[in-house]
């Protein structure tokens, strides 16, 4: 059974947790506007180096948002962060990322046809919506729960 | 349909003088949990139910009930 230690520091992780995620999902998606706001010319080293960065950034957001994050904190502490409420609203996010992603992919298309687009930069701006928008889902859901 | 679950775990927790955390620690789960049930935002599990109706020590439907 976990502690009364144990049920404060989930309570207070859970809290850093949906303070910071909305925050880096407004970093993340504020980080790619210079990637599209440059017009898409020959690749430079500096380019290969920013795309590594949002590659990097985006697998570390999405398995934040997968596992709970914290992976150094106790086993113990971490369950207790992961619990049927966090699990209920990670598939919420997860769902309403899903159907914004979607809705996104079928507007691209569209506009595709108009403009032209790489599959590189529809990739680019799928991924960008879809773990924004889940992680500040889930973080809009857990700072409701987390209220007195 | 348009039943919902409805719960006493608000009252049931001051009348034996508990806190969330305190409830919390003694069912094994969060603090945010016990807070979403009692505040009707999320529906517990069946074996949540009947670990919250343990720890306060009464019947699992004194706890919870059909509210229409």
Known sequence: MPSQADIEAADRLSRRRARILPVLAVIFVAQQISYFAEPDTAMRAVDNVKIGAWLLLSVVLLLALATGGFWLKPRRVRALMDDDVTRANRAEAFRIGFLVTMTAAILLYFLSLFAPLSGREAIHALTTIGIATALLRFGYLERRDLKE | ?68
């Open chain 2, 1 to 68: 349909m348009s039943e919902r679950l409805g719960n006493r775990l608000r009252d049931l927790r001051a009348e034996r003088e508990l806190t969330q955390a305190a409830l919390a620690e003694l069912v094994g789960v969060s603090r945010k949990t016990i807070n979403t049930v009692e505040n009707g935002v999320f529906v517990p599990s069946t074996l949540l139910a009947l670990k919250l109706a343990r720890a306060l020590g009464c019947p699992v439907e004194e706890v919870f009930f059909l509210a229409d």
